[in-house]
């Protein structure tokens, strides 16, 4: 209907909880249109380095994160001829092995702490709200970018698991890290995204928590649409 929001469910969690997994294969199977937020922070922190841009001077230029934001969007992929459909996702980036690195991360993570580099993102992953619905995952989803979303799920997983499923991940990308270094960097991780003063990764107040240590894509997925018909039903 005109003048209705289309429909949201955000997937917050720390890395490797399953949040991309579990949100490719709900966008697969509703339609629902997917945005991949860490992937979008990853990117931007490629732009920066490739550009040879100081941390310095994004901390104090709103004008330059905007900038450096619209280079972004012309290489983003995903728009339909139309515009009525969108999707960032590993498949839809060239080069994305590059974001993927734990480097690129710990990176993202630094970029992802200054108030202008999230003030100028904001407005590009909320253009990725059209009809059917929206997919997004990331730290902030439900409690900054999409605070009026229709579900806000919390995905985590014991450390070991997400390590586990990390290197995983990177093996099969060609990409040889150790797992216990791979473990203290993805705590560092949550340490920093959930200290940081900007957006930190948070619980919202109408979250509903999943700890997928001992479940596979499947099952999270399955949980997540019982809530979601739940939701529907009342």
């Known amino acids: 209907m005109e003048g209705i929001s289309p429909p949201v469910l955000t997937i917050d969690g720390p890395s490797a909880s399953g949040k991309g997994a579990v949100s490719e294969f709900l966008s697969n199977k509703t339609g629902f249109n997917y945005l991949d937020s860490g992937l979008l922070y990853r990117l931007f922190g490629l732009e920066v380095l490739s550009q040879g841009i100081s941390l310095s001077v994004l901390a104090e230029d709103l004008s330059e994160s905007k900038r450096l934001v619209e280079c972004l969007e012309t290489k983003l992929g995903g728009w339909s001829k139309d515009n009525k459909t969108r999707a ?94 791979l473990e203290k960097e993805l705590t560092n991780r949550d340490y920093f995204d959930s200290t940081r003063g900007e957006s930190p990764l948070k619980l919202s107040e109408d979250s509903v928590i999943i700890d997928s240590t001992d479940l596979d894509v499947e099952q999270v997925s399955l949980l997540i649409e019982k809530k979601l018909g739940d939701i529907l039903e009342n």
Do not use: C
């Open 88 to 181: 960032l996702s590993p498949i839809s980036f060239v080069g994305v092995s590059d974001a993927r690195t734990e480097q690129a991360g710990a990176f993202a993570s630094k970029v992802a702490k200054m108030p202008f580099v999230r003030k100028a993102l904001l407005d590009l992953q909320r253009s990725f709200r059209v009809r059917p619905g929206l997919i997004a995952d990331g730290r902030d989803m439900g409690t900054t970018v999409f605070p009026d979303a229709l579900l806000k799920i919390f995905l985590t997983a014991s450390p070991s698991r997400r390590a586990e499923r990390r290197h995983k991940q990177l093996k099969d990308k060609g990409i040889d890290v150790n797992l216990a270094t």
